[in-house]
């Protein structure tokens, strides 16, 4: 979190949306926003999002697959992701994490399943 400077900005019920820096920190090597960096921060929204709906502190969660389809590229100023469920069960969620630019254009599509036991 510290290291992709990831900041969560607003929650509801059903969702949770975090902000990330595009920087040269993220960049591949011909200066646009790094697919990696993009999953990282869906994965990180999404994981993060399951303790807002559990509200169980002590459950442990892990992500065990993440999809992203990169759409369009990003060269600097802020990314904005949103996770909302697509499934929830006791154990296995599936979450649909939409990222966009500051514009608001969609630039991936990420869909992460996730792992939830109180007792990892």
Known sequence: METLEIEYIDFGEDFL????????????PD???????????AESVGSA?????????????????????HLKSVK????????????LGKTIQLWEINIVNEDQEKIAVCKLTTYTRSNL
């Open 49 to 69: 999002a399951v303790f807002i709906l559990n509200k169980n502190p002590e459950a442990k969660v892990r992500g065990i697959e993440i999809t992203a389809n």
């Open 76 to 87: 600097s100023g802020f990314i904005y992701a949103t996770a909302k469920p697509i499934h």
């Open 17 to 28: 949306t975090a902000k990330m820096p595009v920087t040269p920190r993220v960049h591949q």
């Open 31 to 41: 200066g646009v926003l790094h697919g990696g960096a993009t999953a990282a921060l």
